[in-house]
């Protein structure tokens, strides 16, 4: 399966810290793409890097890509509660769909 | 931005009733819509690729005569799900790329949540 796998599953944390979410997949990408899901809605995109790309910003979220280990991460600072939802990554290898990973489910507690 | 309009987002109804759920690109032209069925707590299964004016392309499992898919403009892709029973209760996502190059986002529709009684 191309499907990546997102680490960790469920994360936790109080409003204001960090959040790390990372990613891993196993083929070669043309890109990698950032989703949110809050709870019984579509998916937002919020990023995207390209495969040769390393590191990328948008507002509180910073995303980084290694290609070499196959595997991307995405920081959220500053967290607030509306931050609360599910985060997917989706890798785009060429053949027009995209690839999803498990997810991580975020809360952030007020 | 992109805008991509999914209906209905809720369905309830009797098994055997066929559902037919419409996305429409509401911005932007979309010669490639995907749709998707989500479990709960579970991430997006593709389901199939529904391109305008050509048949869909199943993914492997899926049953095309089951989950029938029309792509008759740029605009606008319709899943129909025949005589649905309570195993097709699901949440059914569609999303469609703006642009056909590369490196372009999926843009998604808000969800279908499909309950079959």
């Known amino acids: 399966s191309q499907q990546g796998e997102e680490d960790p599953q469920a994360l936790s944390i109080q409003e204001g810290e960090n959040a790390t979410m990372n990613c891993s997949y196993k083929?070669?990408?043309?890109?990698l793409q950032w989703y949110r899901q809050n709870s019984g809605r579509g998916l937002v995109h919020l990023i995207l890097?390209?495969?040769?790309?390393r590191e990328k910003h948008s507002g509180r979220l910073r995303v980084t890509l290694d290609t070499s280990k196959k595997s991307s991460s995405l920081l959220i600072t500053a967290s607030r509660a509306a931050d609360t939802a599910s985060y997917f990554c989706?890798?785009?290898?060429?053949?027009?769909?995209?690839?999803f990973g498990t997810g991580t489910r975020l809360t952030v507690i007020p | 931005g992109a805008v991509v309009s999914q209906h209905p987002s809720w369905v309830i109804c009797k098994s055997g009733t066929s559902v037919k759920i419409e996305c429409r690109s509401l911005?932007?032209?979309?010669?490639?819509m995907f749709w998707y069925r989500q479990f709960p707590k579970q991430s997006l299964m593709l389901m199939a690729t529904?391109?305008?004016?050509?048949?869909?392309?199943?993914e492997q499992g899926v049953e095309k005569d089951k989950f029938l898919i029309n792509h008759a403009s740029l605009t606008l892709s319709t899943l129909t799900v025949t005589s649905a029973h309570p195993e097709d209760s699901s949440f059914y996502i569609c999303?469609?790329?703006?642009?056909?190059?590369?490196?372009?986002?999926?843009?998604f529709g808000d969800g279908t949540r499909l309950s079959i009684l």
């Open positions: 999303s469609a790329r703006d642009g056909s190059g590369g490196n372009q986002p999926q843009h």
């Open positions: 083929t070669s990408i043309n890109n």
């Open positions: 890097i390209r495969s040769n790309e």
């Open positions: 989706a890798t785009d290898v060429g053949a027009n769909n995209l690839f």
């Open positions: 911005d932007f032209q979309a010669t490639t």
């Open positions: 529904s391109n305008e004016g050509s048949k869909a392309t199943y």
